[in-house]
């Protein structure tokens, strides 16, 4: 049997703090499987002359060239296709599809505790993974790799390609019930701080199918005996989920206290190198080169999670949820044990893609209301619209800081890697308004990990001083160094630099943007 949860991703939120129906709760299972790290189990289907304003005259050509250049990677990562898409294109008829083993993509998820006792958040994704011939498969696979093809690469490298390509065509299945046991879990890898729940183990009958999409996620009471109330420990206790009929489900549940810190962490360009803003390494360290960490940032977190008992890590990446396992399986043999959310297949276009991060991070600060929160990614994850700049937008230097406006008590520290200034490939515009009317101790925008050392952010001191800012409060890293804005905040005032990183004049720009925005700046002054 299988169950999923569907999501109900609409721009308001419910209330996250409201408990669901008890589902059906048997008596505890004997099984006493063994999990290997990475605790997501995984195995690769083969398968004027007058003065004129500079910004304003600019405004349209800009758009278009920021749109042309992001095309490639937007275009990829907002349009996976859909499971009926999949089936039609491979020629598959219902009798054919139902054939298929049945599998479960599980998400680790995070629970709450209330009155009612502990709230699990239960999210995965029912489908089914056609036998797709070897020629077909390079085939699609190359249509995610740019200036080369899976048949000129290293085996290696191949095959990774051909394998997430094979985890993205599949065939969504709507209307499906789940079943899924939980068991204490032998902590591996970096724990964060997390500890085996002492109790835990029962049998779930999910009780709502999954989507239109196969999706599920929402929150389920389960059974608390043996488990420590959440507002009576600091510790995260950790569960194995198991869903009954395959052997694909399994994931990890996170259940987090009342009070403490956690941490939300973008992965691409702040955990691994990515490169999202160039579309050719974007696509190529996504699709065939092995995940990389960025520079020392394993290091980094170890020691938050280490030092900080009461730290909970949870990895919110607006990645499609079809390309989820190696990302979990990166971050799992890298950094410290946490909770997942990825973007669901009902968030699938441009528009609706800006939003879900904001989305995600308002359910976990509602359910959390007594924890404080630790943000953290990058400014490269942006967002074009082709019909004026001031619809260029990163959705982390939009929905950070709002965080912080909306939910003042809670948010710690913020913490922004400016790509800009550190990768001569990123040329992305960035808007630092958002952050002027906040503390500059509780933000920080840095150049390498290393500027997060030494930082008490359990008390909240979040700013090295020695990292200047050059913040305008603004648009910055725009072509020649031009910036909008009012002005440097006062504490960070510096004639070091004067912007937050243009790097070079190729890229995105490139001579052509630069001829034009030269013509144009040049019949301004």
Not at 220 to 244: C, F, H, K, R, S
Not at 487 to 493: A, E, F, K, T, V
Request: glycine share 8%; proline share 7%.
């Amino acid at each position: 049997m299988f169950k999923l949860v569907s999501l109900a991703v609409m721009i308001a939120l419910p209330s996250i703090s409201a408990s669901p129906a008890p589902p059906n709760v048997a008596a505890a299972l004997p099984e006493q499987p063994l999990i290997t790290p990475p605790p997501v189990a995984w195995t690769p289907s083969k398968t004027t002359n007058a003065k004129r304003g500079i910004i304003s005259d600019i405004d349209s050509d800009l758009s278009s060239l920021l749109a042309s250049a992001s095309s490639d990677v937007a275009a990829v990562f907002s349009d996976f296709p859909a499971g009926a898409d999949v089936q039609s294109s491979l020629g598959l008829d219902d009798s054919q599809v139902a054939a298929l083993p049945t599998q479960v993509l599980n998400l680790p998820g995070y629970a709450n505790y209330t009155e009612q006792g502990w709230n699990l958040r239960f999210r995965a994704m029912v489908y089914k993974q056609p036998d797709i011939n070897q020629s077909k498969l390079n085939d699609l696979a190359n249509g995610f790799l740019i200036g080369t093809s899976v048949q000129s690469l290293p085996a290696a490298e191949s095959s990774q390609a051909v394998n997430l390509t094979a985890e993205i065509y599949v065939i969504q299945q709507s209307n499906q019930n789940i079943t899924f046991s939980l068991a204490p879990a032998p902590i591996e890898g970096v724990d964060g701080g997390a500890v085996t729940a002492g109790g835990g183990s029962q049998i779930i009958d999910y009780p709502i199918p999954t989507t239109e999409e196969g999706d599920v996620d929402g929150f389920v009471q389960i059974n608390n005996a043996g488990l420590m109330p959440g507002n009576a420990t600091n510790q995260t206790q950790v569960l194995n989920e198991y869903v009954q009929g395959t052997s694909t489900g399994n994931a990890s549940a996170y259940l987090v206290p009342d009070q403490g810190m956690t941490i939300i962490s973008d992965i691409d360009d702040i955990l691994r190198i990515t490169q999202i803003y160039d579309p050719k390494n974007g696509l190529f360290n996504t699709f065939a080169k092995p995940f990389v960490p960025w520079m020392n940032m394993p290091e980094i977190y170890l020691n938050w999670s280490t030092s900080l008992t009461d730290f909970h890590f949870h990895y919110l990446t607006t990645t499609p949820e079809q390309a989820t396992r190696p990302y979990m399986s990166f971050i799992y043999a890298n950094y410290p044990l946490g909770s997942f959310d990825t973007r669901p297949l009902n968030f699938s276009n441009t528009a609706a893609t800006v939003s879900i991060r904001k989305y995600l991070l308002e359910r976990i600060f509602q359910t959390f209301p007594q924890r404080k929160f630790i943000l953290i990614a990058d400014t490269s994850n942006v967002r074009i619209s082709a019909t004026s700049l001031s619809y260029i937008m990163s959705d982390v230097m939009r929905d950070y800081p709002l965080m912080a406006t909306e939910f003042p008590n809670q948010v710690q520290c913020i913490f922004l890697r400016n790509t800009t200034a550190t990768d001569p490939l990123d040329h992305f515009p960035y808007d630092t308004s958002g952050f002027q009317s906040l503390n500059q101790q509780s933000y920080m925008f840095f150049l390498v990990p290393d500027d997060l050392k030494n930082l008490d952010v359990a008390n909240g001191h979040c700013y090295n001083a020695s990292i200047k800012q050059n913040l305008t409060f603004g648009y910055q890293g725009l072509p020649f160094g031009l910036s909008t804005g009012s002005g440097n905040s006062s504490s960070n005032s510096t004639s070091n630099g004067s912007r937050m990183g243009l790097g070079g004049n190729e890229g995105l720009w490139g001579w052509a943007g630069l001829a034009l925005l030269g013509s144009l700046v040049f019949g301004a002054l």
